[in-house]
């Protein structure tokens, strides 16, 4: 069984940074899409970062150069290193994964299979 459980959320001011984890079990990260997506209240659900199997690795415009999604293949993890957050960063949080491929649709655009609870990220001006 595919499960994913994220952590690292929590509160922290304008400027200031998070990392948050996502562990795996049932797979193995390197063998699937995945990613990170954000729902944040009265927004629609958006990706936030993404990894193809390929390792071809894709951001949001809204947070290029201030996020950096990485993978630790040892502890079957993927992480999201937040830097710079902004008020407009507040939302869950939540890791994703597909399968083999995203087959050629941005990871960001994926309606992947399997999902996290999700952590809670809020950032104060």
């Known amino acids: 069984e595919v499960q994913l459980a994220e952590s690292g959320g929590g509160s922290v001011q304008a400027g200031g940074s998070l990392k948050l984890s996502c562990v795996g079990s049932?797979?193995?990260?390197?063998?699937?899409?995945v990613g990170w997506f954000r729902k944040a209240v009265d927004k629609e659900r958006e990706g936030v970062a993404g990894?193809?199997?390929?390792?071809?690795?894709t951001y949001a415009d809204s947070v290029r150069g201030r996020f950096r999604i990485s993978q630790d293949k040892d502890k079957n993890s993927l992480y999201l290193e937040m830097n710079n957050l902004k008020p407009e960063d507040t939302a869950m949080y939540y890791c994703?994964?597909?399968?083999?491929?995203?087959?050629?649709?941005?990871?960001?655009?994926?309606?992947?299979?399997?999902w996290g609870k999700g952590t809670l990220v809020t950032v104060t001006s």
């Open positions: 049932g797979f193995t990260y390197s063998s699937y899409c």
């Open positions: 990894i193809e199997r390929d390792g071809t690795i």
């Open positions: 994703a994964a597909e399968p083999l491929s995203c087959s050629g649709v941005s990871p960001l655009d994926y309606n992947m299979d399997y």
